[in-house]
């Protein structure tokens, strides 16, 4: 399974961005998948998540800024990231449990490759 990540770059304070991840490989089904974000010498921390039925959390730093999107038919999940500010200058990662069948139901996490986003003042 690999989750290919894309959507990053550098953009003035208040200006957005969208970030898409794209799920492929041997894939039954997906329950939750998400967006965090790491600086250097600070732990990954939750963007935003949304499990298989749609619900959804967000860091209090993202209420009211981003958006996540989920489409179950194609394995993707969008942050759409507005009223950027120059704190959100950080590596966001996508992250996904997948379900694959094989003699028994195995569930895995896994990590996109990281896309950098930088916000400019």
């Known amino acids: 399974v690999q989750l290919q990540a894309s959507g990053g770059g550098l953009v003035q304070s208040g200006g957005f961005l969208r970030l898409s991840c794209a799920a492929s490989?041997?894939?039954?089904?997906?329950?939750?998948m998400g967006w965090y974000r790491q600086v250097p010498g600070k732990e990954r921390t939750l963007v935003a998540h949304?499990?298989?039925?749609?619900?959804?959390k967000y860091a209090d730093s993202a209420k009211g800024r981003f958006t996540i999107f989920r489409d179950n038919a194609k394995n993707t999940v969008d942050l759409q990231m507005n009223s950027l500010r120059p704190e959100d200058t950080a590596v966001y990662y996508c992250?996904?449990?997948?379900?694959?069948?094989?003699?028994?139901?195995?569930?895995?996490?896994?990590w996109g490759q990281g896309t950098q986003v930088t916000v400019s003042s």
């Open positions: 490989g041997n894939i039954f089904s997906i329950n939750g």
């Open positions: 992250n996904a449990d997948t379900i694959r069948i094989s003699d028994v139901v195995v569930v895995e996490n896994h």
């Open positions: 949304v499990s298989k039925d749609g619900s959804i």
